[in-house]
């Protein structure tokens, strides 16, 4: 089984519909983090979270929401979707607590697309 | 600030070798290496530090210079399954989060 898993892996919506994509992890790590993909840009961070009472904006964070349910468990939420959030949508965990030197381990990805 | 990858794409023959290079505007405290298959997620590299050794992965070595602020990614004698695209992810500081670059687009041919 996978160590990080992402649901829905693709998704269609139309503009101002409420979405959420989820994230679940059994690898065990404290840190977790929702990237955007888009072409030509590389991964963008949305946000990002230490444990369930942290989380963080990234550098594109307008737009979006986030939760942390659980150790293992962080969701991403487009509250009213616009076409420009059309993109790939990457989850990633980490272990420790050294941000700029731990590898991070990503999910499959999740398609998402407004229409 | 992302840091600027070079060159954007490049199409290699197996065999040949690549250099791809991953900059910065300001001191480096730690630049990670990342690659994607076309359709899958990213999978780490390697990782280097301020002020430590040329790091390698099989044919695929890295370099860390702080005075160009600059890191390089070399592919010796590429194979088929080199192809992908390569991101550097850089963090100026310890204790900051890395920022991903545009990524280099590898396409290694037959």
């Known amino acids: 089984d996978a160590d990080v898993t992402q649901t829905p892996r693709n998704r269609i919506t139309k503009t101002g519909k409420r979405i959420m994509l989820e994230c679940s992890q059994t690898?065990?790590?404290?840190?977790m983090y929702w990237y955007r993909q888009d072409p030509g840009l590389g991964l963008r961070l949305i946000y990002y979270?230490?444990?369930?009472?942290?989380?963080n904006k990234g550098e594109i964070s307008d737009g979006y929401s986030v939760s942390r349910q659980a150790q293992a468990k962080f969701s991403l939420s487009l509250e009213s979707a616009i076409p420009n959030q059309t993109a790939l949508y990457f989850c990633?965990?980490?272990?420790?607590?050294?941000?700029?030197?731990?590898?991070?381990?990503f999910g499959p990805g999740t398609r998402l697309t407004v229409l | 600030q992302q840091p600027v990858q070079s060159p954007q794409a490049v199409i290699l023959r197996e065999g040949e070798d690549a250099v791809i290079n991953c900059s910065s505007s300001?001191?480096?405290?730690?630049v990670h290496w990342y690659r994607q298959k076309h359709g899958e997620a990213p999978v780490f590299l390697m990782i280097?530090?301020?002020?430590?050794e040329q790091k390698g992965h099989e044919k695929i070595s890295a370099s860390f210079n702080e005075k160009k602020q600059q890191s390089s990614l070399y592919l010796t004698a590429s194979q088929l399954s080199y192809s992908g695209t390569y991101f550097c992810?850089?963090?100026?500081?310890?204790?900051?989060?890395?920022?991903f670059g545009p990524g280099t687009r590898l396409s290694v041919l037959p």
């Open positions: 990633a965990t980490a272990r420790g607590v050294r941000k700029s030197t731990d590898t991070q381990y």
């Open positions: 690898k065990g790590h404290d840190r």
């Open positions: 979270s230490f444990d369930v009472k942290d989380i």
């Open positions: 300001k001191a480096l405290y730690s």
């Open positions: 280097l530090l301020k002020g430590g």
């Open positions: 992810g850089i963090a100026k500081a310890y204790g900051q989060n890395f920022v």
